[in-house]
């Protein structure tokens, strides 16, 4: 890099010293660390165990196997050799949740693929801009990577001791049948594990790249909250807050760009799935227990966590993106008043006491001098520059998008109304029918 020059976070880290360290007026929190830690460990021991290394030809190949294999050849071998019996338990949803796990599970493996296919991880988690960011940022961003993975496993255990305990209940309740099969094949262990693997693979996937896109908003999070305190200082510089607004606002657009496949399909598919489940159970008279409709609620919980975990980062993004336009605002609502307070000082200093500015000329304009000084951002070329930075960032503060819509509280509240007016909607049905 040229020595000349200077980069924003040169500036930010210059800026927002500490005062109370005169002899190190540079060496405060926010400098940059000496060497990156290693945040892509964790992810690539999750990869491989989920078979999603496409790293080499042979992890590609092993990765489309096991997709193939655990998301569409168990469930629908699952859904014909099962034996239910339909005298006890008349009704079940195994066959219903298939189709939204398989669903999901392929939405998430093609945008893992097309991702490891064009960027790569550490371009997908924007590790390689890293390095110019501050030392807190860095360090909050590890510590946000640590938090993905255990809320990660929040999602994940609960649910699978939970689908656990019910395949154990289901297997024992039902019979697997293959023709030309020996009965002494113990097909109903077989099977389990193959359904139990099946489903672990399936909503891992699902989860993962979720938790991708959380890190994601999570470090964009971490740049405004630095770009925020970098309005604290009163010599903050406007042409240095825009190119860090800039480089922000290029990385929210690359990420909204990439996952808005992903969102948009996966609110669609829990959508449909979740309201045809729900007009089956209350269309149904059959009696709702653990061995029928277990399935069903461990596939709802995952879903709507997924789904949620996914817009509320987005909107709590959008949000920060969006409340930039009143810090600037304020920022410079409080170098224009100041400017003014000083101006207006320094002209009643001058008209107190003439006799003074008579005997004294020389301290006198000294004082004045160093009054003009203490308030320096305050000619109206530096006005007009604060001035277009708040028009600029009044006009691109949208955050997460899907498609020029902004995913902020707004857009929550209209999917809410949304999925509630179709909840209504199914129970008007279902009260009419019955």
Avoid at 171 to 182: E, H, I, Q
Wanted: hydrophobic share 45%; charged share 15%; glycine share 6%.
């Amino acid at each position: 890099m040229n020595p000349s020059t200077t980069s924003p976070k040169t500036h930010m880290i210059t800026i927002n010293s500490s005062s109370n360290d005169s002899d190190q007026p540079n060496k405060p929190l926010l400098q940059k660390s000496p060497k990156p830690p290693d945040e892509l460990s964790n992810f690539q021991i999750s990869l491989k165990w989920c078979a999603l290394d496409h790293s080499t030809y042979l992890g590609k190949f092993i990765s489309y196997f096991t997709f193939i294999l655990l998301t569409l050849v168990v469930p629908i071998l699952t859904s014909f050799t099962l034996k239910l019996p339909t005298n006890d338990y008349p009704i079940s949803f195994n066959k219903l949740v298939q189709l939204p796990e398989s669903g999901l599970a392929a939405i998430a493996f093609f945008t893992l693929s097309a991702f490891f296919r064009n960027y790569g991880l550490k371009q997908l988690l924007f590790l390689d801009g890293l390095e110019d960011d501050t030392f807190s940022v860095r360090r909050g961003y590890t510590r946000e990577v640590d938090k993905a993975f255990k809320c990660l496993v929040c999602i994940l255990l609960p649910s699978f001791f939970i689908e656990i305990a019910h395949k154990i209940l289901f297997f024992t309740t039902v019979k697997v049948s293959l023709p030309y099969m020996s009965p002494s094949v113990p097909l109903n262990s077989i099977v389990f594990v193959l359904v139990l693997a099946s489903w672990v693979y399936r909503t891992g996937v699902f989860l993962l790249v979720c938790i991708l896109f959380r890190l994601t908003c999570e470090l964009q999070i971490l740049r405004f909250e630095g770009l925020h305190k970098f309005f604290e200082g009163s010599d903050s510089n406007s042409k240095v807050i825009f190119q860090e607004h800039v480089r922000i606002r290029k990385q929210l657009w690359v990420t909204s760009h990439r996952y808005r496949f992903f969102i948009i399909g996966c609110w669609f598919t829990s959508t449909v799935s979740q309201f045809a489940a729900l007009l089956m159970v209350l269309a149904s008279k059959a009696e709702k227990t653990f061995l029928n409709s277990g399935d069903l609620v461990v596939c709802s919980a995952v879903e709507l966590s997924g789904l949620f975990l996914c817009l509320m980062e987005a909107a709590r993004m959008t949000h920060r993106a969006q409340g930039i336009v009143a810090i600037a605002t304020r920022w410079h609502m409080f170098l224009t008043c100041s400017s003014a307070a000083g101006l207006d000082s320094n002209k009643q200093g001058k008209r107190q006491s003439p006799e003074a500015n008579g005997g004294c000329d020389g301290e006198s304009d000294n004082d004045s001098s160093d009054i003009s000084t203490s308030v320096s951002p305050h000619d109206p070329s530096s006005f007009q520059t604060r001035q277009a930075l708040v028009t600029y960032l009044g006009h691109n503060h949208g955050g997460i998008t899907l498609f020029g819509f902004a995913l902020d509280r707004g857009m929550l509240h209209t999917i809410f109304a949304f999925e509630f007016s179709l909840v209504l909607w199914i129970l008007s049905k279902v009260v009419v029918l019955s």
